[in-house]
């Protein structure tokens, strides 16, 4: 039996590869290197980098790590930057999944305050990666459920969390060639800072003998808490929605938070039709699970809710 279109690769040291058609679009890495776990490479169609491991001109911000989740005020607790103590580790992974349409890995994350052995919160994230419809696009859906293990925690109000995308510097308005534009055709730092979108992209020029541009699509959901979804962006190069923005997130044993994100990694600049696409395709999704497999040599599985 032939590999399927689509495969998610474990690796050393420990990292797993996403990858279409036998090439690698991006990998996760979940070492102890860093504070916390991250996808880094992201490839753009062309193969290019998208994104990038801190800031171009800031050595204070080491702590952005390509697409990363984090959140500055839990419990007091900086989880954000790289100077409190507090990480974010991976307990274990559930599923890896390979497939002809996608491929998937729902793993557990830990949250650790730096002293106290057990972890704050888990995050169980379930990872789900689809070839789009154009040569080399794809879509990366995220989902995040947030477990205290205490009967309640809050996520205090910030504009830090949870889910940060830094741009490669040839992309960012401000280093590179760029473009910010937010879902109602506005552009730039100034117009859409705080704001809300339906939908955040950077795109700009990731080739250096070429005028072609790619970029990142980030969507937030719908039924996701704190609607409409006000965004945290930078012309320097970086973007992330923002629930916490205006009121505090709780998350509890018997309501857990749950978040959901879908990046399209796509040609060209943004278009709109694409883009309305894209956030029907994802509005219409139902959500994914973890289920006990029935299937022999095989724990559990993941599933449309």
């Not at 996403?18 to 490479?41: K, S, T």
């Not at 994104?51 to 800031?58: E, I, K, S």
């Not at 055709?185 to 990731?206: C, I, N, R």
């Amino acid at each position: 039996m032939s590999p399927p279109r689509c495969r998610a690769v474990p690796g050393i040291p420990h990292q797993i590869s996403f990858q279409i058609e036998d090439h690698e679009v991006l990998r996760w890495n979940f070492g102890q290197d860093y504070p916390r776990p991250c996808f880094f490479p992201v490839l753009a169609p062309s193969g290019a980098h998208l994104t990038r491991m801190g800031h171009p001109g800031a050595p204070d911000h080491d702590h952005h790590q390509s697409i990363w989740f984090a959140h500055n005020k839990v419990l007091g607790i900086d989880f954000w930057g790289n100077s409190s103590g507090a990480v974010v580790r991976q307990l274990q992974w559930f599923a890896i999944e390979d497939g002809a349409d996608f491929c998937r890995m729902a793993v557990e994350l830990g949250w650790f305050d730096g002293h106290n052995p057990a972890p704050l919160l888990r995050q169980e994230l379930i990872v789900e990666l689809r070839p789009w419809q154009d040569a080399g696009e794809y879509t990366l859906e995220l989902q995040s459920r947030f477990l205290p293990t205490a009967s309640s925690l809050e996520f205090a109000k910030t504009n830090f969390g949870f889910l940060a995308v830094r741009v490669a510097k040839s992309v960012s308005a401000f280093f590179g060639g760029g473009m910010l534009t937010g879902s109602h055709g506005v552009q730039g730092e100034k117009q859409l800072f705080a704001g809300p979108s339906e939908w955040m992209d950077y795109s700009g020029p990731t080739q250096r003998n070429s005028d072609d541009w790619e970029g990142i699509t980030y969507l937030d959901h719908p039924e996701n808490p704190g609607q409409p979804t006000c965004w945290h962006v930078r012309d320097d190069g970086w973007m992330c929605a923002s629930p916490c923005l205006n009121s505090a997130q709780l998350t509890t044993e018997d309501v857990p938070l749950q978040l959901r994100y879908l990046l399209y990694v796509h040609q060209g600049k943004v278009q709109a039709e694409s883009i309305s696409e894209i956030v029907r395709y994802f509005r219409d999704l139902r959500p994914m699970k973890l289920e006990k497999s029935a299937v022999n040599h095989i724990r559990w599985q993941v599933v449309r809710g």
